[in-house]
């Protein structure tokens, strides 16, 4: 079992950056994908970024250039700075982990909005 729990969410202007924190407890492995997905309203579930087997990193290609995921293997924690925030970045972003299984955390509100 992992639990996953998100943080950092929050309302900011367009052209601004937020800092989003997740912290893995349970069985969690600096080895195991965790990375980060969205929900805006009405739409479904999309790919954000991914740390892959702890080291090669992924991207939406909407995220490309402005969102960075890094990780902290002591922690157990993965972070996504978003820089450049766009209206339509606005979503409840969820933290994500593959360990024999997938794992979500309960998500953290994004509003970007002037």
């Known amino acids: 079992q992992v639990q996953l729990v998100e943080s950092g969410g929050g309302l900011v202007q367009p052209g601004g950056s937020l800092r989003l924190s997740c912290a893995a407890s349970?069985?969690?492995?600096?080895?195991?994908?965790m990375g980060w997905y969205r929900q805006a309203p009405g739409k479904e579930r999309e790919f954000v970024a991914l740390f892959i087997g702890g080291i090669n990193t992924r991207y939406a290609n909407s995220v490309k250039g402005r969102f960075t995921i890094s990780r902290d293997n002591a922690k157990n924690a993965v972070y996504l700075q978003m820089n450049s925030l766009k209206p339509e970045d606005t979503a409840v972003y969820y933290c994500?982990?593959?360990?024999?299984?997938?794992?979500w955390g309960q998500g953290t509100q994004v509003t970007v909005s002037s």
């Open positions: 349970g069985s969690i492995f600096s080895t195991n994908d």
């Open positions: 994500y982990a593959h360990s024999y299984g997938d794992y």
